[in-house]
């Protein structure tokens, strides 16, 4: 039986790779999934723009490369066509959504700082894909206001992926499910946080993770009850809840 010191030593020893989210108990079996399914079809751009990515100071923040193959994927599937990021930082998940789309395709990208998507914006201008995207700085809830107001756009998007301010997911949520289309999809990142949604409240956490924890579990419990989507939570990554639309 396991002392709690092993246990630690154990716990501390998980999640060292850069963006590695993963809620995976063992850290091989992660590696595995990375090693057998992700890396060897992972496009170059995108291996590209990982290490890119790796060596910045927040790379925490980055999308892991399961979730970026998972998005890509689910994209194709939907065949989506006209899609929205709300958070982009230095353009991973970005990149394997505008990879996924056909030539006239539309990405609606928003994030605060434009210092980071320049980073990655090379990548993306290299990969033959810049054209499909329309990167807005600033807050993005004025922009969702703008776009709500004007009726033509509700029911335009075919996908919307969330991973930005945790504290705004409800109120983002409000506006999105009026942009989206009927049956299509808003994907809401972080939606596990850590693990922290199950951790007692005199649990040991980072101060931004115990910060957001309760804009997480509202926004989950929210999203159970609303009854004009259907969810699927998913423990890719951070956690990701996909909601479509169904009314």
């Given at each position: 039986?396991?002392?709690?010191?092993?246990?630690?030593?154990?716990?501390?020893?998980?999640h060292?790779?850069?963006g590695?989210?993963?809620?995976?108990?063992?850290?091989?079996?992660?590696?595995?999934?990375?090693?057998?399914?992700?890396?060897?079809?992972?496009?170059?751009?995108?291996?590209?723009?990982?290490?890119l990515t790796?060596?910045?100071?927040?790379?925490?923040?980055t999308?892991?490369?399961d979730?970026?193959?998972f998005?890509?994927?689910?994209l194709?599937?939907?065949?989506?066509?006209?899609?929205?990021?709300?958070?982009?930082?230095?353009?991973?998940?970005?990149?394997a959504?505008a990879l996924?789309?056909?030539?006239?395709?539309?990405?609606l990208?928003?994030?605060?700082?434009?210092?980071?998507?320049?980073?990655?914006?090379?990548?993306?201008?290299?990969?033959?894909?810049?054209?499909?995207?329309?990167?807005?700085?600033?807050?993005?809830?004025?922009?969702?206001?703008q776009l709500v107001?004007?009726?033509?756009?509700?029911?335009?998007?075919?996908f919307?992926?969330v991973?930005?301010?945790?504290?705004?997911?409800?109120?983002?949520?409000?506006?999105?499910?009026?942009?989206?289309?009927?049956?299509?999809?808003?994907?809401?990142?972080?939606?596990?946080?850590?693990?922290?949604?199950?951790?007692?409240?005199?649990?040991?956490?980072?101060?931004?993770?115990?910060?957001?924890?309760?804009?997480?579990?509202?926004?989950n419990?929210?999203?159970?009850?609303?009854?004009?989507i259907?969810?699927?939570?998913?423990?890719v990554?951070?956690?990701?809840t996909?909601?479509?639309?169904?009314?």
């Amino acid at each position: 039986m396991a002392t709690n010191t092993q246990e630690q030593q154990s716990q501390a020893g998980r999640h060292q790779e850069v963006g590695h989210k993963s809620l995976l108990q063992s850290d091989a079996l992660y590696q595995y999934i990375l090693e057998t399914s992700v890396y060897p079809r992972e496009p170059e751009s995108m291996k590209e723009l990982r290490e890119l990515t790796a060596k910045h100071p927040w790379n925490l923040m980055t999308t892991s490369a399961d979730e970026g193959q998972f998005l890509n994927m689910l994209l194709k599937l939907i065949n989506a066509k006209n899609t929205m990021e709300i958070g982009v930082y230095t353009g991973y998940s970005l990149l394997a959504t505008a990879l996924a789309l056909p030539d006239d395709g539309k990405i609606l990208a928003m994030d605060i700082n434009r210092e980071n998507y320049e980073l990655g914006l090379p990548v993306i201008q290299k990969a033959g894909v810049a054209h499909k995207i329309e990167f807005k700085e600033g807050p993005a809830m004025p922009v969702l206001d703008q776009l709500v107001e004007d009726e033509k756009n509700h029911g335009s998007y075919d996908f919307i992926f969330v991973d930005a301010d945790k504290d705004n997911y409800i109120n983002y949520h409000e506006r999105l499910i009026k942009l989206v289309k009927v049956g299509g999809l808003i994907g809401y990142d972080n939606t596990l946080w850590n693990g922290s949604v199950v951790a007692p409240p005199d649990a040991p956490l980072r101060k931004y993770v115990r910060y957001y924890r309760d804009f997480v579990l509202e926004l989950n419990k929210a999203l159970a009850a609303d009854p004009r989507i259907e969810i699927c939570m998913l423990p890719v990554g951070d956690g990701i809840t996909l909601c479509r639309r169904v009314k």
